[in-house]
C-alpha cells in the first residue's frame, strides 16, 4: 500500500461543477501539499496544509489530521483547471524532508 | 524570469552515456531539491540540498547518480552510463526555509530518454 492514496485516478466532469479530489496517507506527517501539474511537466503549488482549512479563488483545501484525510475542491469549475492533481505528504520524522507524492488526479473539464 | 530554471528541457542519449542535467533555483532559496517523475506516477524524491549541502539521499539513486551544489547556488544531477530505465523527468524544486514558508516552487524538468 502506497504511504499517499488519491481518489478519482480520473475526473471528468461538465464545466462548472463543484470537484472534489481526495488523499488518505498512512504516516504521520507534518504538513500536506496540494500541486498542480499541467502537460508539459510543469508543477505549481496550489496549498500547504498542516491543518484546518485554506481558500484561494475557486480553490478550497482541507485536511483532518485524526483521519489522515485531505481534500481538494474546486468551485465553479472551468476547462483551464484541466490538469493532474497531486497530493505530497512530509512525514514528522525528525530530519526528513523529502516529499512523498501520491499518483495525482487527472482532472478534465467538458465545456 | 525568476522562477526555478532547469536545462536541458530534453535529452535524448544513447544506453552506457554520460549526462548532467542543471538546475538554478530561485536565488534567495536555501533549499534544493531533485526529483524523478516517470509517465502516470507522482514524483520521487532523489536527493536534497540545504545550502551547498547533500542532507538525504534517496536508496533509488544508484552509484551511478551524483548531485552537487558546490556554491549553495545552481545544482547539477550528474547520471553516468545511463540505462533505458533511467528515462523519465527529472524535476528540481527549491524553497526558502521549512519555518518560514514551505511552499515549493518546481522548475518544467528535464525529460531524458535513453535509447
Known amino acids: 500500500k502506497n504511504e499517499v492514496e488519491q481518489s478519482p485516478q480520473n475526473l471528468t466532469a461538465q464545466e462548472g461543477e463543484f470537484i472534489t479530489i481526495n488523499c488518505s496517507y498512512s504516516v504521520g506527517i507534518s504538513a500536506l501539499h496540494w500541486l498542480q501539474q499541467h502537460p508539459g511537466g510543469g508543477i505549481v503549488s496550489l496549498f500547504m496544509?498542516?491543518?484546518g482549512k485554506k481558500k484561494h479563488g475557486r480553490l478550497i483545501a482541507t485536511i483532518n489530521i485524526q483521519e489522515k484525510h485531505s481534500s481538494l475542491h474546486i468551485t465553479a469549475s472551468h476547462p483551464r483547471d484541466s490538469a493532474v492533481y497531486i497530493c505530497a505528504v512530509r512525514s514528522d520524522r525528525f530530519g526528513n524532508e523529502k516529499l512523498t507524492f501520491g499518483t495525482g488526479t487527472r482532472l478534465t473539464i467538458i465545456p | 524570469d525568476t522562477g526555478v530554471s532547469q536545462d536541458p528541457r530534453h535529452k535524448i542519449t544513447k544506453r552506457g552515456q554520460n549526462v548532467t542535467f542543471r538546475c538554478d533555483p530561485i536565488s534567495e532559496h536555501n533549499r534544493l531539491y531533485w526529483y524523478r517523475q516517470t509517465l502516470g506516477q507522482g514524483p520521487e524524491f532523489l536527493t536534497y540540498f540545504q545550502n551547498e549541502a547533500q542532507l538525504e539521499k534517496s536508496r533509488l539513486l544508484s552509484d551511478r547518480f551524483s548531485a552537487e551544489r558546490p556554491k549553495g547556488s545552481f545544482s547539477t544531477l550528474e547520471i553516468q552510463r545511463t540505462e533505458q530505465g533511467d528515462s523519465a523527468m527529472y524535476l528540481c524544486?527549491?524553497?526558502?526555509?521549512?519555518?518560514?514558508?514551505?511552499?515549493?516552487?518546481f522548475g518544467s524538468g528535464t525529460q531524458l530518454s535513453v535509447l
Open positions: 496544509l498542516s491543518s
Open positions: 524544486a527549491s524553497s526558502v526555509d521549512r519555518v518560514a514558508n514551505e511552499k515549493l516552487f
